[in-house]
């Protein structure tokens, strides 16, 4: 049988067995299978394509010695659906199931205010299963997602906290993870992307990610203005500034990284999309993180330890313009390959290397181009609409957002999911979608757009 709980929910499952006529003469062998989404509980699991541990699927095999008992299940679990099957009991009694309940978790305690009254409803929805995401993810860590891999990566802790402040505003949980990642940063002094805490917190070894190293300094931006805890920046200061060396090794006199090295020594990601070619996002991030961090060494009176930043950023963006910008299609390229993606028009944009008029043009151009590299998950998907924001196209902003977050509920999405492709329901970064994460960080960013720009999106 599959028992529907009505909604998704994280925590700690148990349940009761009684017998309803004679003594339990033998044991009962259940099988448990936990499900956020309903495909979990209706496709088999086995043989197991998926590239991840085949352990993260919440099946558990529990056999029940005595009856009247009452058991829970030691794993957390991340769940709406619960599928029960009966491997095994004797036939000299009857048992009933009963007591089933999950005992959820989350470190969340405050209500956002009510959104206004104007608001459509469909953008209502999109909140409420936004906020459900982030309460979820929001633990003793941002998790990136409870069902997998129940941890803290940089990329997501920017999006999640972005949202918190727009939201929940329980600032402490960001300052934990960004102590926790600095506390555990690698001995050449970068940040690793990825911490896993328990039994004790260590990170992920030779998880080096880019875009996240550099993303803890914006987070760290993010949470001076939003708490006025200047403390903590000046604690951290140190590990921030590190992560600019990143930049510095790779940029060459003509004020163009060298992709193709940093491609060989870093994980470059920017998007689950194995196509996806990153030279042009790459350039775009790094000035936008140069630009995050010198706001944040104005906010601590110490631009004069990077003094060497306001010239990159200048030679960088240059060298954007000069050797990615097609000024007649509008459109950025890279210098090697010509893909056209959103990616590096997104990240164009968002660094500041656009004018708005010629953001505009470069979005526009996307729709009609040949060929593109389109968003493979709500990660991407947020920078895009960020982008969209920031280059005064509000009404594209306001309907990507209901499209695309909006087109998840209509699938009946009770939280947010890790990849979401619209024309590809079967879209997994890991060979197999029942390992997908249905409850995910880096797609709980509506909330933060409909709260921050409540003219576009209320
Ligand atoms: C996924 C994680 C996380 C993300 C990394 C890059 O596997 O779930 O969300 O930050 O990839």
């Known amino acids: 049988m599959i028992v529907d709980f009505g909604e998704h929910m994280t925590g700690y499952f148990t349940f009761s067995v009684n017998s309803l006529d004679k003594a ?18 209706a496709v088999p699991l086995d043989p197991y394509p998926g590239t991840l541990s085949r352990a993260w699927l919440q099946d558990e095999i529990i056999t029940v010695m005595e009856a009247p008992t009452t058991i829970t299940i030691p794993r957390r679990l991340a769940f709406r659906y619960v ?9 000299y009694f009857d048992f009933a199931i009963n007591d089933m309940i999950c005992h959820a978790q989350t470190s969340v305690t405050n209500e956002p205010e009510k959104l206004s009254e104007s608001a459509s409803p469909i953008i209502k929805e999109i909140e409420k299963v936004s906020l459900n995401t982030l309460r979820e993810c929001m633990q003793t860590v941002y998790e990136d997602g409870p069902k997998r891999d129940q941890r803290l990566w940089i990329g997501d802790l920017y999006l999640q906290s972005m949202a918190n402040n727009y939201s929940f505003k329980q600032y402490d949980l960001a ?10 940063s690698d001995e050449n002094g970068y940040l690793l992307a990825t911490v896993i805490e328990k ?17 803890f ?23 921030a500034k590190k992560q600019l060396d990143i930049i510095r090794t790779y940029l060459q006199k003509d004020g163009l990284l060298d992709f193709q090295k940093l491609d060989g020594e870093w994980w470059v990601f920017f998007d689950w999309k194995e196509d996806l070619y990153k030279e042009v996002a790459a350039q775009g991030l790094s000035i936008f993180a140069l630009k995050e961090t010198y706001e944040l060494a104005k906010l601590l ?8 930043v306001p010239e990159m950023i200048r030679k960088m963006t240059a060298a954007a313009k000069k050797y990615m910008y097609d000024s007649k299609s509008g459109l950025f390229t890279g210098t090697g390959d010509k893909q056209i993606s959103y990616a590096s028009q997104i990240w164009m944009i968002l660094s500041g290397v656009t004018t708005k ?16 590299c389109y968003p493979g998950t709500p990660y991407l998907y947020h920078y895009y609409i960020q982008s969209l924001v920031d280059c005064g196209m509000e009404k594209e902003a306001r309907e990507s957002l209901i499209n695309y977050w909006g087109g998840m509920v209509e699938k009946g999405a009770d939280t947010f999911w890790e990849a979401y ?29 409909i709260r921050k720009y409540p003219e576009i999106f209320q």
Not at 29 to 39: A, N, Q
Not at 175 to 184: D, E, F, N, S
Not at 357 to 372: D, F, P, Q, S, Y
Request: hydrophobic letters at 35%.
């Open 83 to 91: 599928k029960i099957e009966l491997l095994a009991s004797s036939g």
């Open 24 to 41: 339990a003469d033998g044991p009962i062998r259940l099988k448990f299978t936990f499900g956020e989404v309903p495909s979990e509980v």
């Open 199 to 215: 039994p004790y917190p260590r990170p992920q070894e030779n998880q080096f990610l880019f875009e996240y190293a550099l993303l």
């Open 357 to 372: 008029k010629e953001g505009e043009k470069a979005l526009r151009a996307l729709v009609t181009a040949e060929n593109v």
């Open 175 to 184: 300052k934990r993870c960004l102590y926790l990642l600095a506390g555990v």
């Open 217 to 239: 300094n914006a987070t760290l931006k993010d949470y001076v203005q939003a708490t006025g805890q200047r403390e903590v920046a000046e604690d951290l200061w140190p590990v």
């Open 421 to 449: 492709d619209p024309n590809n329901d079967f879209i997994s970064p890991y060979n197999f979608y029942p390992v997908n994460s249905y409850c995910h960080a880096w797609s709980c960013t509506p909330v933060y757009f």
């Open 301 to 308: 009176g110490k631009e004069k330890e990077i003094a060497d």
